[in-house]
C-alpha cells in the first residue's frame, strides 16, 4: 500500500482525528478503490492496525505527547525562569565599573577574597562558587586574533602553534593546552537539569570572557549593548516571526525597513536605495561586494583579471570576502595612506592607470570612513571620482566610523558617501546593539535584488506574492536568519536618536581630551584623533620599551589596550567608544599612563606629538 498516498485520503483523514482523541472509538470506513482497510484495536497493547501495513501505539503516542509538552512553558515558568536569568544580569553588570576588583576580564593581582598575589602569565581562581578564571595575561581567542595579555603573542609564520585548543598566556609565553582552572560548558545530556544548573553554569562566562562593555575595554573596536536591545533580542525570539518575507509577517518586514532606510537618510542616500540587517560587517560586505561582481563582472571567466582596490588600513574582512564570491584569483592591490593616514588617491590612480594597460579590469574600490587602526577617513569625493572615471563600484566601509554621522561635529567626514554604490556600517558598534548586527546599503536597491531574488521551491507555490513587495530575503543571501530589527529598533525608541547622538559625540570629546591631555605630557608622542581612537608612543626608543609601557598600563587588569603597527611604526593604541567610559575614567587612564611613565625611568625630555 501507498501510505502517502492513502494519508492524503480525506477518509484517512478523519479517521486520523479519531484516532488521535482520547477516547478513540473503533470505526469503520468504506474507502475508495483501490484502499479498502479496515481498522482493529487490540486491548492489550492499544495498538490500531490497517491491514497489516501500519501499527499505531497511542501508548507510545501518549508519551512522547507528554514529553513534547515540556517544551510548552507556563507563564509562572517563564517568569521564575526570566527571574533568575535577571539576577545573573544584574551579578555581571555589576561587575563593568572601573572600581569594580575583577577588572575588564580578570581579576587585579590582588585577588578578591585572596591575600595572595599573583603575577602575570599565572592562573587564579576568585573566590566565589564555580567562578574560574585566569591570570591577567590570560588567552584570548577570535576569528581575527590569537593574542596574549598586553604584550600580544600573535599567530603567524615564524610563530609557535601548537593545537587546536591552543592557550598563551604571559608576556613572553607560548603553552599549548587548557589552563588548570578552564572548564567545560554543561554538556549536552539525554535528561535535562534544572534552571539554576543551566544559570550557574553559563554565568561562568562573566569569568572567562573580554568585558567589552566595561568602561576600561579600549581595545579592537568593544561591543556594547543595552537592555532594551536585550530585551528586543528577547521578544524576537519569543514572537519568532519568519521576518524576511511580507507574506509571513508584513509588520517585522516593515521594521527592519524602516531600520534601512533611516540609516540611508542619514548618509544621504536615495529612497531608492535598499538594504538589509546583515550578521555583521563582514557579511555587510559581501552582500554589497556580490552586487558590485554581478554588476561590474558578469561573467566568471574575467574573475581571474578583475582588480580590488583597498587602502593599506582596510578591515581584513573585505579582502576575505573575495574567496567567499568565488573570485579568489582576483588581483587585490593596497593603496598606501598618506601622512594623515587616508588612502593615496595620487597613487590609487596610477595604480589603476597601469593595470588597464595591462589588460586587467579594474571593477571595485573601497574607501573606509573610519579605519579600525587609526580612525582616519578616507577622501570619498576624491575616490569616488576615480571610480567614476574608471566605471568602478565604489563601496564605503562605515562599520566602525560610520554613525558619528549623527553628530554635527563629525558630519563633513562623511561628505561624497551619499555617492557611494554601497556601504556597510555595524549598529553592533555605533548604535550599542548585540555582537551579529551589520547592516548593507546598496544606493540602487534594483541591483541588490537581481543579485538576490529568491527562487521559490514548489512547497510555497500557494504563498501569496506581489512583485511590489521588497522582501528582505531578495536583499541578501541569507533565508532563515534571526529577527534583528527589535535590538535596534527598541533602544532606539525608548531613548531616541538624540540620546545615541549625545553618546558618540562624548567618545569623540573624550579622545580629544585624552590626546590634549597626553600632547602635554614628557617622553609622549601622540597622534590627533579623527574621531574616538587615539595613538600613542614613547618615542626614540625601541619596541620593547613601548611594550613594557603597554604591560604597566594594563597590568592591574582595570585597563585593556593594545598594539597597532602603522607605515612600519608601533603604536599604543586606544579607542574610547564604551558608552560606560566617561570623564574619570579616561582620567584615571591618563594617570596610569604618566606615572608608568615615571616608573620607566626615562630621560628628562620632551617630544612633541605627532600630527
Known sequence: MDVTNFSSQPHWRHCYRNICTDNFVERKHSFPSPFTTSFKTHSRTKKITMSSEVVFNLEYLTRLEESARTLESTPQQRSEMMFKAQREVDAYLEQLSLDHPTGWVIPPKETQGQDKLVQPGQYQVQSGPNQVQSGPDRAQSGPDRVQSGPDQVQSGPDQVQSGPDQVQSGPDQVQSGRGPHETEPLPIQENGVSIDEVLRDFSRIGNEMEREGHPGHMAYVPGNSTAPAAIGDFLAASFNPYSLNVASCRRAVKMQQMIVQWVGRLFGYPSACAGNLTSGGTVATMVAMTTARDHKVPRSKDYSRSVLYLSELTHDGVAKCLSTLGMREAVVRKVPVDDKYRMDVNILRKFIENDVQNNLLPFLVVATTGTTDVGSVDPVPAIRAVATQYNMWLHVDACYGGFFVLCNSAKHLFEGVETADSIAVDPHKGLYAPFGTGLVLVRNGTLLRNSNTRQHGNYMQDQLTNPEDWNPEDLTFEQSAHFRAPRVLLPLQLYGVATFRDALQE?????????????????????????????????????????????????????????????????????????????????????????????????????????
Open 507 to 611: 567618545k569623540l570629546e573624550l579622545a580629544k581630551y585624552l590626546y590634549l591631555r597626553l600632547k602635554g605630557q614628557a617622553h609622549i608622542q601622540v597622534v590627533e584623533p579623527v574621531l574616538s581612537t587615539v595613538l600613542f608612543r614613547i618615542p626614540g626608543v625601541s619596541d620593547n620599551t613601548n611594550r613594557a609601557l603597554l604591560r604597566e598600563i594594563t597590568t592591574d587588569g582595570r585597563f585593556f589596550i593594545t598594539t597597532t603597527t602603522v607605515k612600519g611604526v608601533l603604536y599604543l593604541r586606544v579607542i574610547i567608544f564604551c558608552y560606560r567610559t566617561h570623564r574619570q575614567d579616561v582620567d584615571v587612564f591618563i594617570n596610569k599612563v604618566k606615572d608608568a611613565v615615571v616608573k620607566m625611568e626615562l630621560p628628562e625630555v620632551e617630544f612633541c606629538h605627532a600630527g
